[in-house]
């Protein structure tokens, strides 16, 4: 078996945190360490990723050259991802020659949607019913067993709606899963909640642990449309769904920030949606209203470093700026504190940036 | 006469912010313009400047070689700067090519303590009794004319106490300058404050203003240490500290963020002791305390944006890291939200990063 490289010490000011993936969250993460001294290197499979504007060295290349890989392992003192996706081997390669944090287990129980819902089953947690399906008919069989909705979803590489469907009748979930073309499926029971919410939680090398106040989260076409703390949740229900998060990471040894998307039944019971082991697009409003934002927090962890303040000084809510509605920047730089993520090309569904507006408690 | 170029329309999201000198403060002014979505190009006249490891694209010359300021202005949609220093025929050479916010005016102005007091001094404002010393002679005679304590200054280049020298008779004042090799001085007499404080405001292209709430400073061996919002100024003073700061940015014609530092007297007196044309050491709990921080404030600025919010949502206090105490990064780390710089090297008196805490209101 393979050794894997563990942090022995925290990274000090000056060293390099790399950091797997381009886009908004690789920026924002790179702005964060940043702010503590650290260095960052940037790998991403294409070039002109929005990240690589905001730091000294970056890396394009395939997300499974292994000569890349290794060559940028050389360059970092610890290595961590803004998405989930790498493909195991790649993981494995980086594990074996740098600190991997989070860790190759968590990612690839989060990978599959199917491994990850059976992982929340067996934790005693609530979750949708769910089925795997492998073939049109197994398709057919699933749906014969919920209550006549349901979602039908790739195991992997799906985000914001991508790799899913809403189906009403067996016909339309054997016609979805032929839609994926073979991907291996779940079918998922349809939940009638009342609304969405989401811990964003860290969890420290030391296993040390700590939840921001978990927003409320509204969809638009499968995207987050906005983020609003507080949520509606109470006390109570806020500690029971930081609890929930705090098992989770528990139970994958996580090491980093990762995310718990939750639906909140009309009876207040709490559902686990789906775990993102990463920074999550429900968390930018810690940048404003708490002293050390999610970011600040991951890199914190992936560093070793110890875990920031997670109190939450403000009020706030966080609006994605999606596709064409950019156009708007200078009206909205007037209105809130403006996050743009340096895309060249606005493309429909996109997320180009977001706002927060805060308002002392 | 040569033209001077002025911006038509706001750098739009993409664009390029050039930004002269790489330190901390050039370093988070380019994080601040990553937020925004704005590129940056750093031009700095040593290589590993802070400021480097935080963008994709610097450049390392002299701050007087034209050929390669040509190279940075063409790279560049506007140009602003990290410190005041920069010749003026540099400003100059640039100012045709790109426009320059601040202005060649602004900065003329404020590199000389001489023109500086003089400009304060026409406004109507108080200010410590000054006197021009070109000679030792003249520091004599110049000593004479004060009340018997006073502070030989360079005009031009200081920063931190340097290049300063308190002197307590006639001939300490000659031999203080002796001691500055030749180099123009002013002689101030020593101003018996309760206090310091500062206005950190900007003001926009349009002519708008905005001011930040004044903090009260503690400097320790020239150094500053801490900055505290609120200070000791009641209400009615800080609105005379903003009126200050509005007169003098509207008689500079003053585009971008700068600091007034003010003398608060036994009596309440506001003296003006300095501008710095600039954002300031004092300022930047803004990043916690403000949903738009002083250096995001200069960037919306210098790009034409409208300026942001500088309504203070929390108390703050922030404190230098200085020196060798920058070894404490582990423990500090634990208690408020740390900015470390980049900086490899933990010289004597050199500021390595700074930490806010913050309180809700």
């Known amino acids: 078996m393979s050794s894997i490289k563990q942090l022995s010490r925290p990274v000090p000011p000056g060293g390099t945190i790399g950091i797997i993936g381009g886009g908004q969250l690789g920026r924002m993460l790179a702005l964060a360490a940043s702010r503590l001294g650290l260095k960052t290197c940037i790998y991403n499979d294409t070039p002109d990723a929005p990240a690589f504007q905001v730091t000294q060295q970056s890396l394009t290349a395939p997300y499974d050259n292994l000569v890349k890989l290794t060559t940028f392992a050389q360059a970092c003192d610890a290595v961590t991802f803004e998405f989930e996706n790498l493909p195991a081997h790649a993981i494995a390669h980086l594990a074996e020659r740098v600190p991997v944090r989070p860790g190759a287990h968590a990612l690839a129980i989060t990978q599959d949607r199917l491994s990850e819902k ?39 590489f799906g985000y914001d709606g991508k790799g899913q469907a809403k189906v009403a009748s067996a016909d339309e979930a054997a016609k979805a899963f032929d839609s994926f073309k073979g991907a291996p499926a779940i079918l998922e029971g349809f939940v009638d909640f009342e609304y969405e919410a989401s811990v964003v939680a860290a969890r420290g090398g030391d296993g040390g642990f700590a939840a921001y106040d978990p927003p409320e989260n509204e969809h638009e076409n499968h995207i987050l449309r906005r983020s609003t703390v507080p949520s509606r949740l109470g006390a109570a ?19 980093g920030v990762f995310a718990v998307e939750l639906f909140v039944g009309k009876d207040g019971a ?36 110890p875990l920031g303040n997670v109190v939450r000084h403000a009020d706030a809510v966080m609006e994605n700026i999606i596709g064409a509605e950019v156009d708007a920047w200078e009206s909205l730089a007037k209105t ?7 895309k060249m090309q606005a493309r429909t569904g996109r997320k180009m940036g977001h706002i927060t507006r805060i308002r002392a408690k």
């Open 118 to 156: 059976t992982f929340v089953e067996k934790l005693g947690l609530k979750t949708a019913p769910f089925f795997e399906v492998s073939s049109a008919q197994r398709a057919r069989e699933a749906f014969a067993r919920l209550n006549g909705r349901g979602i039908l979803k790739t195991r992997r």
């Open 237 to 255: 229900k806020v500690e029971e769904a930081k609890a929930i998060a705090q098992q989770i990471g528990e139970a994958l040894e996580y090491v």
């Open 270 to 305: 709490l559902l686990v949606n789906e775990i993102a082991p990463r920074v999550h697009n429900s968390g930018h409003w810690t940048i404003e209203a708490c002293a050390c934002s999610q970011f600040e927090q991951h890199i914190r962890a992936v560093a070793g470093w």
């Open 336 to 342: 809130g504190a403006l996050h743009l993520y340096g």
